[in-house]
Structures are given as C-alpha cells and as structure tokens.
C-alpha cells in the first residue's frame, strides 16, 4: 500500500491509497459486524486488499464507486439489500478519507509555498476540512441508521417466516386442541346425567324410603357403572386439559422470536416443543426418532433456536412423499453442541445445493414455501456463534448438521 503523499491532486485515487491511514481491522470488524458474515475488499485487479481468505472475487459483490468509476468491490455472501447498504458506507468512508487525504497533502506542501501560495492553499485547506468534518459528524448518524434499517428488515424477516411455519401448522394444532375438547365436551354432558341419576337416589334418601326401594332404584339407574364410569371421564378430562395446557406452553415458547433476551436454555426441551407443535403434522406420513443426549444449558434466545429447529423440521416433511423418517440427534462434544437433523425424503440435487441458503430460492412448488427458511436457519445459527451444514442425494435423503459453541452461562442478573 503506498505510502507517499498525494503531490498531483489530479490523478486518479487507487483502492489501496484510500485506504491509508484508516484501521484496517477496526474498519473490518464493523462491515463484519453489520453483515454478520465474512467479507472480503478486492482492488480492480482482483488483489484482496482487507478480509477473510475464505472470501473469494466470485463471491456476491457490489463495486466500490468513488467519483463516478469503480475502484474496488465489496464481496460477501450476505442478502443484497444487506451488502447494498454495506457498499454504501464503505464507499462514504472512502470518499471522506479521500478528501482528507488531500486535505492533509495540501497542508505538507503549503509549508514549502510563498505566502500568497500558502494563503491560497490554507483557504482550500480550511474548505477541505470543514467538508471532512461534516461527513464525520453525519457518518455515525447514517451508520446507526443503516445498522437498525438492517435490523428491523432481518427482524421482519424472522417474523414473517414464523408466521408462515404457525399458519401452516394452524390447522393441525388446531385438531390437537379440539380433540380433546370435544371429548371433554362429551365427558361433561354424561356427567351431567349422571347427576341426574344422584339426584334421583338422594330423593329416596330423603323421604326415607326402604332398603328395597332404595336397591332398586340404585340398579335401575346402573350406579355401580355411573361411580366406575365417573371416574374415568374425571381422568379422561384431565389429562385432557393437561394436553391442550402442554400445547400452549409450546406455543407460547416458540412465539418469543421477538424477545431478544438470552437465558440458559435446554435445547433438548426446545426441540421437544417444536415436535409437540408439529405433531398432527408429522402423524400421518413421518415416524419421528428422537436420540437426545443429555446436554450442558446453552445461552441463547430461545424462540429463535426454536424458529430454526420448526423450519428444518418442515422441510424434512416437505421432502417426504408417502411416508418416511426424520431423526433429531443431539449430543456434546469438544465444548460444542451437535444437532442433527435427518430425512429420508427426496433429497436436494447437487445443482441446487450451493443456493439453498439464497433468499427466495426454494425447490418447492409454487405457493408451498416462501424460500426463506434455510436463510433464516443459517443466520441465526451464525448470530448463535454456530454453522450450519447440508449434505443431501436425490432419492436418498438430507443432513443438516449444526454445531454451536459452548459458552459460559451467564447468571440471571447479568
């Protein structure tokens, strides 16, 4: 990267000379934390100027634009409206620090000028910073901007796919609610008439009646049966209601994709739940396997790992045809947590796998998915430290291994 000063104001700017004098790893590090992905500088001729090896010039890019000619390209693997608005910045960075750098040559070569010469150029000088100064004061504020506008689209995103995975789960909850509603519905009306039954013998009771009178009427209304009987619609109807009360827990813990908070979480529970929601789904076609090794707690968001875990779900019943097999493996190794995720479905075809992860792109039929649910999967693993991995053959079936790493958990008041 060149070191010496700008002595022709007329030439043209080089990547690598804007570049000087701004930190590198600071600069990185906010572009990395704005996409939440690894990224990558290249100058017009292809040579990787900042980021990370893995980045290559035939990942995703947008040119880097600096008085109307390309200089540069900004390469991630990020959707395009989030590497659009990281272009964007990086570019006003560049053209900031371009007339900066100006603004201090000018300044150098002032010293050696006369003092007509020295006036002149202290004039251009004072513009130059005045004009630097602005877009430092304004390049924060358009930062912060951008980096919410980011997080509310993402944060969009995530809601309009859980709202796709509930309503296509809607019907099927709807029938586990309703069953056992109906049956405690059923259950209470037979009560009733057994109170009827009661009320009958307690007339008896009252005006003294004999034993034989009282006898009869206890085997007219079948009483051995009603007090047998009895007894099991009140235990029908309880566990009942325990599993419509089961449901909406889950349903209650798979809605808190809006609640940023992290806590210590079971992920065995949390894939326990998403299953429990999915079950009228998987009923009929699906014979779900469930090895969960004991896990450590795991410091996460909940309802976010539980949107990931219900969109791969889905999908393995997506790709089953007639029936099949999903399996949710889950165990802890070199300070990592494994999930695994199997099907024996259709399979992906090996042309379609490298843009599973592409926003919109979906190997279903039209109107059976909105092709964002392998997107959604992989950045909130990525926002959970972790990665995510597909292998899959046609005929054959998919595997989606996630590992994330293992942090300490943090107490409740931190």
């Known amino acids: 990267m060149s070191t010496e000063p700008f002595n022709d104001f007329e030439r043209e700017l080089a990547l690598d000379d804007l570049l ?8 990185l590090s ?22 990370e090896t893995e980045v290559t010039r035939e990942a995703p890019c947008l040119p880097i634009i600096v008085e109307l000619e390309a200089i540069g390209s900004l390469n991630a693997d990020v959707a395009p409206q989030h590497l659009q608005a990281a272009a964007e910045l990086l570019t006003l960075l560049l053209r900031t620090n371009a007339r900066y750098l100006m603004a201090s ?25 005045q004009r630097y100064k602005a877009l430092s004061e304004t390049l924060e504020q358009r930062v912060e901007q951008q980096v919410k506008t980011i997080e509310s689209a993402q944060l969009k995103l995530y809601e309009s796919e859980k709202l796709a995975s509930v309503g296509r789960l809607a019907a099927g909850i709807a029938h586990e609610i309703n069953n056992p509603i109906g049956f405690i519905r059923s259950n209470l009306t037979t009560a009733v008439g057994y109170l009827e039954s009661l009320k009958k013998i307690g007339v008896l009771f009252e005006a003294s009646a004999n034993t034989a009178a009282l006898r009869a009427a206890w085997q007219a209304e079948d009483m051995a049966f009603v007090q047998q009987d009895m007894q099991d619609i009140l235990n029908e109807s309880i566990q009942g209601t325990e599993r419509i009360a089961a449901i909406v827990k889950d349903l209650k813990g798979f809605s808190r994709i809006n609640d940023s908070a992290r806590e210590s979480a079971d992920l065995n529970q949390i894939i326990r739940q998403i299953c429990n929601i999915a079950i009228a789904e998987l009923r009929d076609k699906v014979k779900l396997s469930l090895d969960l090794a004991v896990l450590p707690p795991f410091y996460c968001q909940p309802g976010e790992l539980g949107q990931a875990f219900l969109n791969l779900l889905i999908n393995s019943v997506d790709s089953i045809n007639t029936t099949g097999m999903i399996q949710f493996r889950t165990y802890s190794k070199d300070q990592r947590i494994h999930i695994e995720v199997r099907d024996n479905g259709c399979g992906i075809a090996e042309t379609d796998l490298p843009h599973v992860f592409d926003p919109f792109f979906s190997t279903k039929e039209v109107g059976k998915g909105m092709g964002l649910g392998l997107t959604v999967c992989r950045n909130i693993i990525q926002a959970h430290g972790g990665n995510l991995a597909i292998k899959s053959k046609p005929n054959v079936g998919t595997l989606v291994s996630i590992v994330l790493p293992l942090k300490p958990v943090r107490q409740a008041s931190s």
Do not use: C, M, W
């Open 20 to 27: 000087r004098g701004i930190d590198g790893r600071r600069l």
């Open 30 to 51: 906010a572009l990395q934390g704005l996409l939440n992905a690894p990224l990558a500088i290249f100058d017009t001729k292809g040579v990787r100027l900042l980021g």
């Open 105 to 129: 040559d000018l300044h150098l070569q002032t010293q050696r000028a006369d003092y007509e010469e020295l006036q002149r150029r202290h004039l251009a000088l004072a513009k130059s910073e």
